[in-house]
């Protein structure tokens, strides 16, 4: 069975710390992204990864960064953690020969107080 | 650039009723077009989606949608839901170049008994 896993499914950290989010796929999937979920905005995309080293900016890149050391591995970094990022992350992958049909992990619940 | 619209917010709806979820979408180009289903406290999972030939998409859970170029639309129908059917449903784009998902903001379908 496909998986996509987080590591956390819930954190609460303060502003200001640093605070990594790890998502690990076993799929051997090249792509792999990292969306914020809010309500009444959808799924908006932070970065994306289409291989190992490569990273690109999505749609709200502003107060994060992104590691891709091993393909399986995609982490989401947020250097100084703002209560404003308060929200649920959810990681995705998606092989580079299949359209569309991104399979996600369970999400992350921040919240920065 | 492309961007998705879904009308509804929530859509409640009793048990064994019919129901159709709203979805437009905006591109200059030819698109892809898919529709994911989130159950409470899980990640996304895919419902269906459009790639090209028929306009009338089945999914999984009895859903299907049709695609409507002319109209630019993608609408979500089932013809009789079930309690279990109550979740976020999202409408998504993206064009034939690119990985990357488009979302809308989702609708939520609650069914009653």
């Known amino acids: 069975d496909v998986k996509v896993t987080q590591s956390s499914r819930y954190l609460v950290k303060r502003t200001g710390e640093k605070v990594f989010l790890e998502c690990v796929q076993d799929?051997?999937?090249?792509?792999m992204f990292w969306y914020r979920q809010d309500p009444g905005l959808g799924l908006r995309l932070i970065y994306f990864s289409y291989d190992v080293k490569m990273k690109e900016k999505g749609d709200i890149p502003e107060g994060y960064s992104v590691s891709r050391e091993k393909k399986e591995r995609f982490s989401l970094i947020l250097e100084s953690a703002s209560t404003n990022q308060t929200s649920m992350y959810l990681c995705a992958s998606i092989t580079s020969s299949e359209t569309g049909e991104l399979f996600f992990g369970e999400g992350s619940r921040l919240t920065v107080l | 650039a492309q961007s998705v619209t879904q009308l509804d917010s929530q859509v409640p709806v009793f048990e064994e009723a019919p129901v159709e979820l709203r979805c437009n979408y905006s591109s200059s180009v030819s698109v892809y077009l898919f529709w994911y289903v989130q159950y409470p406290n899980q990640g996304l999972q895919l419902l269906l989606k459009?790639?090209?030939?028929?306009?009338l998409v089945k999914g999984i859970n009895g859903f299907e949608a049709e695609f409507n170029k002319s109209q630019t639309s993608f609408h979500l129908r089932k013809p009789s839901v079930h309690i279990s059917d109550t979740a976020e449903y999202f409408c998504a784009v993206s064009d034939f170049n690119t990985d990357k998902l488009i979302f809308g903001t989702g609708t939520r379908l609650q069914v009653f008994p």
């Open positions: 459009y790639l090209s030939g028929s306009t």
């Open positions: 799929m051997d999937h090249e792509n």
